[in-house]
Structures are given as C-alpha cells and as structure tokens.
C-alpha cells in the first residue's frame, strides 16, 4: 500500500488547508486510516482517523477545527483544517491499517500499519 499526501503549505493564524491522501494498491476490505502529525522532538499524535464504516474519531486539540473525510471510491481521505493556529504546525502523515491487523485505537501511530512520507503544516 501507498499512502501519498498532498495539500500542506503556510498559512497565517486563522486560516484554513485542506490535506488529501491518495491511496493505492490493495486496500480492499475493511480498513483504517487517519491523520497524525509529529514536531521535532516530540511523538507523533493522532489528528484525525476514519474507518470505511465512517466510524471517526477527532483529538480533542482539534476537535471542532479539523474534519476528516473519505472517499472510498477513489481511496483517499482529506482533512479540512480551519482556524489553524501556531500550535499546528507540524509535519503531518497520512497512515493506514486494515482492521484485521487493527486493535481498535483510532489515534494511536503504533496501530498504523502503512504510511505516507508527510506534508509540512507551516501556521505563522
């Protein structure tokens, strides 16, 4: 499977970016996949995750400003990111899972099976 991202860049307090994650190679079936972002010198955190039955969950640091969304006729997930804030920047990384390999965490990076090489978050 690869996990490729795409939609970071700068943007000042207060605005807003949409990321997207392509998918490709088998992901048929059931699967997790979700956003999790990581500064330099600390672990990487849940952002966002959704399974193909829309079962969602969302950090409670973002709830209410990010969304995560799918589509899973063309295997990729996007997350909308509003009133963005210093405090988000971060590299983020697209990750996936298929729930047979999957112990239940939404948010947690060591259930993550598959990642994609990140896309920089830059909030001034």
């Known amino acids: 499977v690869q996990l490729v991202e795409s939609g970071g860049g700068s943007v000042q307090a207060g605005g807003s970016l949409k990321l997207s994650c392509q998918a490709s190679?088998?992901?048929?079936?059931?699967?997790?996949m979700g956003w999790f972002r990581q500064v330099p010198g600390k672990e990487r955190e849940g952002v966002a995750a959704?399974?193909?039955?829309?079962?969602?969950r969302v950090a409670d640091s973002v709830k209410g400003r990010f969304t995560i969304s799918q589509d899973n006729t063309k295997n990729s997930i996007h997350l909308d990111m509003t009133n963005l804030s210093p405090e988000d920047t971060a590299m983020y990384y697209c990750?996936?899972?298929?729930?047979?390999?999957?112990?239940?965490?939404?948010?947690?990076?060591?259930?993550?099976?598959?990642w994609g090489q990140g896309t920089q978050v830059t909030v001034s």
């Open positions: 959704i399974r193909r039955d829309e079962t969602s």
């Open positions: 190679g088998y992901t048929r079936g059931d699967w997790c």
């Open positions: 990750a996936a899972v298929p729930v047979l390999l999957w112990y239940g965490g939404l948010l947690i990076p060591d259930e993550y099976k598959h």
